[in-house]
């Protein structure tokens, strides 16, 4: 199975920038297609899916969501085994608890959360205006 330990996360202001890592570990990289998530917190309750954001597939294609397309940029280090995201413009409705994913299904869209099958545990991002 593969481990993801994602970092980076933080507070920020209102056009400010971060770069979110996740190291993963049990396989490398660049065998496995990857994908950030994000969920506000306090939603788990009420059901709410995790939001894709952005998707780093095997062969190097990349999808993204509306909401961050433009923003955002998947990338990532094969000799660090780690993925990133970097962000761009954050504003206050970034503000979530942000996931990566591993393990893709491939039954389902790429930004889809029930076709991952390895999670990270998160990293807090927090947007003040």
């Known amino acids: 199975q593969v481990q993801l330990v994602e970092s980076g996360g933080g507070s920020v202001q209102d056009g400010g920038s971060l770069r979110l890592s996740c190291v993963a570990s049990?396989?490398?990289?660049?065998?496995?297609?990857m994908a950030w998530f994000r969920r506000v917190p306090g939603t788990e309750r009420e059901g709410y899916a995790r939001?894709?954001?952005?998707?780093?597939?095997?062969?190097?294609?990349?999808v993204y969501a509306p909401s961050v397309e433009g923003r955002f940029i998947i990338s990532k280090d094969n000799a660090k085994n780690t993925l990133y995201l970097q962000m761009n413009n954050l504003k206050p409705e970034d503000t979530a608890i942000y996931y990566c994913?591993?393990?893709?299904?491939?039954?389902?869209?790429?930004?889809?959360?029930?076709?991952?099958?390895?999670w990270g545990r998160g990293t807090q991002v927090t947007v003040s205006s």
């Open positions: 939001e894709g954001l952005a998707v780093l597939d095997r062969d190097g294609s990349t």
């Open positions: 994913a591993a393990g893709f299904r491939g039954t389902g869209g790429r930004l889809w959360s029930n076709q991952y099958n390895y």
């Open positions: 049990g396989d490398s990289i660049s065998r496995e297609a």
